[in-house]
Each structure stands twice: as C-alpha cells, then as structure tokens.
C-alpha cells in the first residue's frame, strides 16, 4: 500500500506561485506514476499533470502547460506540483494519485490518492 499526504496548498493573489508536494509512504515509490489533478467546488475532479516512474516523461494538461511543472524525487518519495502565474479559475482542491500498472490521465486507473490540499486564488 502507498499512503499518500499532500502540502503546500493555501490562499496566493492572481499572479502568484505555489508548489505542492506529495509525500508518499512506502519502499516502492519510483514503481509508481504520479499524477496531480483538481476539483474545484460544483465541477467533476480533472487531470492536471502526470510523470513517469523516473521522471523520464510528464504530461500537463493545455489549461495550465504553460504555467505548471510536474517533477519528482524518488530519493525523497516526493511529487511537486510547481504552480506559476495562478488565476482565479485555478482555485480547486488539488490531490494526487499513485498508478502502479498504468501511465494514463483517467482518474479510474490510479491505484491511491491523497486526501487533497486546498488552493485559492484570489482576484
């Protein structure tokens, strides 16, 4: 089993930068993709970004490629979610997902999941 604790979310102005983290339990980190998504209130959970096991592949979603930066460190069992520029509609609850067997941006393949960090931008 992977447990997985998110930080790093908080109240940022329109034009301002955070980075999340993912912490995840566990011996067997780097055999797992990591994704980022977000549900923001009355909307259904969508992907943001995902990385492959070693860091060798990511893939962002077009709303925020240019804005956001998935990385991690397997060394510290730990995904980020560098989040630049932020707006208003990138206000969500942000939680991220280990996939053991699959490199997919369906939210139906990931195996488990954080219990999500809040992020609010302000106008």
């Known amino acids: 089993q992977v447990q997985l604790v998110e930080s790093g979310g908080g109240l940022v102005q329109s034009g301002g930068s955070l980075r999340l983290s993912c912490a995840a339990s566990?011996?067997?980190?780097?055999?797992?993709?990591m994704g980022w998504f977000r549900q923001a209130p009355g909307k259904e959970r969508e992907f943001v970004a995902r990385?492959?096991?070693?860091?060798?592949?990511?893939d962002v979603t077009d709303s925020v490629k240019t804005r956001f930066t998935i990385s991690r460190d397997n060394a510290k069992n730990t995904v980020y979610l560098q989040m630049n520029s932020l707006k208003p509609e990138d206000t969500a609850v942000y939680y991220c997902?280990?996939?053991?067997?699959?490199?997919?941006?369906?939210?139906?393949?990931?195996?488990?999941w954080g219990q999500g960090t809040q992020v609010t931008v302000s106008s």
């Open positions: 997902a280990a996939a053991r067997l699959a490199w997919t941006r369906a939210s139906s393949q990931y195996d488990y």
């Open positions: 990385i492959s096991t070693f860091g060798g592949s990511t």
């Open positions: 566990g011996r067997t980190f780097s055999t797992y993709s």
